[in-house]
């Protein structure tokens, strides 16, 4: 692996990011307008939205890295960059760390907006440093990254890319316990969650915000999943294809 | 480099793509320092040959040295260069910002990027954005990413496609200036007076090698004018055999 290229790669998928406005819009505008929305409709309710709210600041890097990693990643595979890439003296290290670092920084950027909105003009409080939940955001971000990169190789279009997210990471929202505690649900499905990745970065958001505490079985999780996600990544990105 | 040495030899190799067995059993030589084109059909085998070159196919068996080593070994990833016949670039970036990231994944010195630029004749758009150019543009960006850190081989699948025939002329002259340097080419094309341009050529048909060997060769050993009547003649004398 090679330090340049890694931060080469960097630089070119920071600079495609900033010259898509409206797609670098949407990923920085998107989350507070929807924690905005959140607060006024919870108006009536505004312990549900000290629940979610926190933990929601933290989660929105993760849809979002998903979505562009998957559409970034099938783009090089169907416009030849990739076949192009893999016949030079890049590692495949270099390309995943590379994704990894610019995605890493529009996260920070977009959690810290967020972050802003969320403690600094909704009311939300959290007993743990802000800091700190930017910090899980941007795990997250990568956690959606590895995921994104890993399922792009299973689309053939772009339209099939984007149903990767009702797909896969809706049912991972749902079971998280961010809508409805995960003890109060069916016992098969309180099962499940304990083995989907969503379910540890929510927890680990949610107790940052009401504790204070980063738990150490959370962040583990985390940076496992990350691990494992990129390794199956890496693992469909082939020197030699068909 | 010996101009006259084997730079590329492929031998009895075997390809399948899904059900299809574009080559049954392919060998062929490539020597250095000169271009090499490889000609045929639609369908012959050309792209998937070259992909087997470059060491990104996945072949069944047989074998493919480059330089005196298998394809696709690590090491060969710095001296070979590849042209796909889709122009591979980001389209959201401009021509420049394409070049100086391919420059720095292939190692090429920084002033390599606007030498190149000018090479392939893009110099009023080098700020401009890849999806602003037309399609032969585009094609020239692609080939300038191969051309920068001045590999010892290039493969070029059909890197002349829909250019003007001034600027195709310029290309093929400096393909020749970068032969006569020492760099080997292996140039695809299904266009016969491209053929006509080249050192030595290879006839593919159906992924075997009907006839190879210098165009003035060829055209003697089938005593015709023009290579188009003799890549006929030699296809049926092939199909008769």
């Given at each position: 692996m090679s330090v340049a290229i890694t931060l080469a790669t960097t630089e070119r998928v920071l600079r495609q990011l900033l010259r898509d406005h409206r797609t670098l819009g949407l990923v920085l505008v998107v989350p507070p307008v929807l924690l905005t929305l959140f607060r006024y409709v919870l108006d009536g309710q505004p312990e549900a939205f000290d629940r979610i709210g926190g933990p929601l600041v933290g989660l929105f890097p993760f849809i979002s890295m998903f979505l562009v990693t998957s559409i970034a990643m099938l783009r090089e595979r169907t416009t030849g960059t990739l076949?192009?890439?893999?016949?030079?003296?890049?590692?495949?290290?270099?390309?995943?760390?590379?994704?990894?670092?610019?995605?890493?920084?529009?996260?920070?950027?977009q959690a810290s907006l967020a972050a802003i909105v969320a403690f600094g003009l909704l009311g939300l409080d959290t007993a743990g440093s802000v800091g700190l939940v930017v910090v899980i955001a941007i795990m997250n971000a990568l956690l959606g990254m590895a995921l994104g990169l890993?399922?792009?190789?299973?689309?053939?279009?772009?339209?099939?890319?984007?149903?990767?997210?009702?797909?896969?990471?809706?049912p991972q929202i749902l079971l998280a316990g961010l809508i409805v505690p995960r003890e109060r649900m069916a016992e098969a499905l309180e099962w499940a969650s304990a083995a989907m990745p969503l379910t540890y970065a929510y927890d680990a958001l949610a107790q940052v915000t009401t504790t204070g505490e980063l738990d150490s079985v959370d962040g583990a999780v985390i940076v496992g999943s990350i691990v494992l996600a990129l390794a199956l990544g890496a693992a469909t990105l082939r020197r030699r294809t068909p | 480099m010996n101009s006259s040495a084997t730079v590329i030899s492929v031998r009895e190799l075997r390809v399948r793509r899904g059900s299809n067995l574009v080559l049954p059993g392919l060998s062929m030589d490539v020597r250095g320092g000169?271009?090499?084109?490889?000609?045929?059909?639609?369908?012959?085998?050309?792209?998937?040959?070259?992909?087997?070159?470059?060491?990104?196919?996945?072949?069944?068996?047989?074998?493919v040295t480059v330089l005196g080593l298998p394809a696709g070994t690590a090491e060969l990833r710095r001296r070979v260069g590849y042209v796909t016949q889709a122009p591979s670039v980001y389209v959201d970036l401009s021509v420049r910002e394409n070049l100086r990231y391919f420059g720095r994944v292939t190692a090429a010195p920084a002033h390599r990027v606007d030498?190149?630029?000018?090479?392939?004749?893009?110099?009023?758009?080098?700020?401009?954005?890849?999806?602003?150019?037309?399609?032969?543009?585009?094609?020239?960006?692609?080939?300038?990413?191969a051309l920068l850190a001045q590999p010892e081989v290039l493969v070029l699948d059909e890197p002349t496609v829909g250019l003007d025939p001034v600027l195709r002329r310029d290309l093929w002259r400096t393909f020749h200036e970068l032969a006569a340097g020492g760099t080997t080419l292996l140039v695809s094309t299904h266009v016969m007076d491209e053929a006509d341009r080249c050192d030595d050529?290879?006839?593919?048909?159906?992924?075997?090698?009907?006839?190879?060997?210098?165009?003035?060769?060829?055209?003697?050993?089938?005593?015709?004018?023009?290579?188009?009547?003799?890549?006929?003649?030699?296809?049926?004398?092939?199909?008769?055999?």
């Open positions: 076949e192009r890439l893999m016949s030079m003296p890049i590692g495949k290290l270099d390309l995943l760390l590379g994704y990894g670092l610019a995605f890493a920084a529009v996260a920070a950027v890993f399922l792009s190789a299973f689309a053939t279009t772009e339209f099939q890319a984007v149903q990767f997210m009702p797909a896969v990471v809706l | 000169m271009v090499t084109g490889l000609l045929g059909p639609n369908g012959s085998g050309k792209t998937t040959l070259m992909r087997a070159i470059v060491g990104v196919q996945v072949v069944e068996s047989g074998s030498q190149t630029i000018a090479t392939v004749g893009l110099e009023g758009q080098a700020d401009q954005v890849v999806r602003t150019l037309s399609g032969g543009e585009r094609s020239r960006v692609s080939l300038a990413t050529l290879v006839l593919l048909r159906d992924g075997r090698v009907v006839a190879s060997g210098a165009p003035p060769e060829l055209r003697a050993r089938t005593g015709t004018d023009d290579l188009e009547t003799a890549f006929l003649t030699l296809a049926e004398e092939e199909a008769a055999a």
